[in-house]
């Protein structure tokens, strides 16, 4: 089955800063990658979406790119502002028609003001 | 559109006790799953439906069950429950498995 690993687990930026999270993949099958987010005590909610019949994906300050050959996907945050602080999943979809979508185990992140 | 609901929002149990919760959607989504989230751990797929009638496990399938007789509801049954499902429970729907998940409010539980 799909295995999404993510990284950093812990990220730390100054106001103003670049902020980027990682992902790989293991099943060639997938086509379809989400990125949520997580606020403390909330439900995880999309924030940015990707297929695999795009390169890049960009909304305001975020963006996702992805590489098919290398089977892993990020997000980019530019110009991180402190209301980004929360916790950021990937995802990736199984192939074909499985509603199966695994998600990586989650990067928390700080913005200092 | 109220879009996921989810009860209880928190439950406490015995060890060896059962509960369903319960998982409503109004969006004609054919697509719903459930997931448990732990520290440390992102949230871990439990059993998925991709439609009335069709249901399936996922990575962690195990001391729970399912069934999706509607469109609408996809209750997750605990058997007999274990402390190792202390958890928060989502669940999440969506039109397809190419398009992004709306995910309830979440179920705390406890098992003691």
């Known amino acids: 089955g799909e295995n999404v690993e993510q990284h950093p687990s812990t990220l730390s930026v100054q106001e103003g800063d670049s902020a980027v999270i990682k992902c790989t993949y293991s099943?060639?099958?997938?086509?379809?990658f989400p990125w949520y987010k997580q606020e403390l005590g909330k439900r995880p909610q999309l924030i940015i979406d990707?297929?695999?019949?795009?390169g890049e994906k960009k909304d305001q300050r975020i963006a996702v790119t992805l590489n098919k050959t290398a089977k892993h996907f990020s997000l980019h945050i530019t110009e991180t502002q402190p209301e980004d602080s929360a916790v950021y999943f990937c995802?990736?979809?199984?192939?074909?028609?499985?509603?199966?979508?695994?998600f990586g185990k989650g990067t928390k992140l700080s913005v200092k003001p | 559109n109220a879009g996921v609901t989810q009860t209880p929002k928190f439950q406490v149990l015995k060890t060896g006790q059962s509960m369903t919760l319960q998982c409503a959607q109004d969006?004609?989504?054919?697509?719903m799953s459930w997931y448990r989230q732990d520290p440390g751990m992102g949230l871990r797929l439990i059993h998925y439906?991709?439609?009335?009638?069709?249901?399936d496990q996922g990575e962690v399938p195990n001391g729970y069950n399912v069934s999706r007789s509607t469109t609408e509801d996809f209750p997750l049954r605990l058997l007999s429950a274990a402390p190792s499902q202390t958890s928060v429970y989502f669940c999440?729907?969506?039109?397809?498995?190419?398009?992004?998940?709306?995910f309830g409010s979440g179920t705390r539980l406890t098992v003691v």
């Open positions: 995802a990736a979809s199984s192939g074909g028609s499985q509603g199966n979508l695994i």
């Open positions: 969006m004609n989504h054919e697509y």
């Open positions: 439906s991709v439609g009335a009638g069709i249901t």
């Open positions: 990707i297929r695999s019949n795009v």
């Open positions: 999440a729907s969506s039109q397809g498995h190419r398009y992004g998940y709306t």
């Open positions: 099943d060639s099958a997938s086509n379809y």
